[in-house]
């Protein structure tokens, strides 16, 4: 399938039923959740508009900031405790606790955000979840 320039944008209920690829292969591979090309990401984890080769506009999805604060306190979480086992075995000086968490604690977000982003871009795809509404009852 080529990415066709005249493709109608596509939605969410257009294929429910189709199954694509698996949750984590979208946010590692950054597959269309869809038709499975590598056409989710246009940055190292922002989006892209749409699909290039099935046209599925990603910009229906609504993945927010939820997977960024969720990372923010896990890995913050693991990499405290780490740090703090570190220093209370081997005493490095603080230089070196630097030189190790900082990088470690920017990869651990960087690549735990575009799989949690991608995963639930993915869900709210195949769930073909909704804005919530309130039901208003005739009384």
């Known amino acids: 399938m080529s990415g066709v320039a005249g493709a109608r944008p596509s939605t969410v209920a257009d294929d429910v039923e189709r199954p694509g690829p698996s949750l984590g292969a979208v946010g590692l591979k950054g597959l269309c959740p ?3 090309a590598p056409t989710l990401f246009a940055g190292w984890a922002r989006f892209a508009d749409r699909c290039g080769q099935c046209g599925l506009d990603y910009e229906q999805f609504n993945v927010g900031d939820g997977p960024a604060a969720f990372l923010t306190l896990i890995i913050g979480t693991i990499i405290t405790a780490l740090a703090i086992a570190l ?3 081997v005493h490095p000086p603080l230089w070196l606790h630097m030189l190790i968490w900082v990088p470690v604690t920017a990869a651990g977000v960087l690549y735990a955000l575009r799989l949690a982003k991608g995963a639930l871009l993915a869900a709210e795809y195949r769930n073909a979840a909704k804005e919530g509404r309130i039901r208003q009852d005739a009384s």
Do not use: M, P, Q
Request: glycine letters at 16%; one cysteine or more; hydrophobic letters at 15%.
């Open 34 to 36: 869809r038709c499975g």
């Open 87 to 89: 220093e209370l075995t």
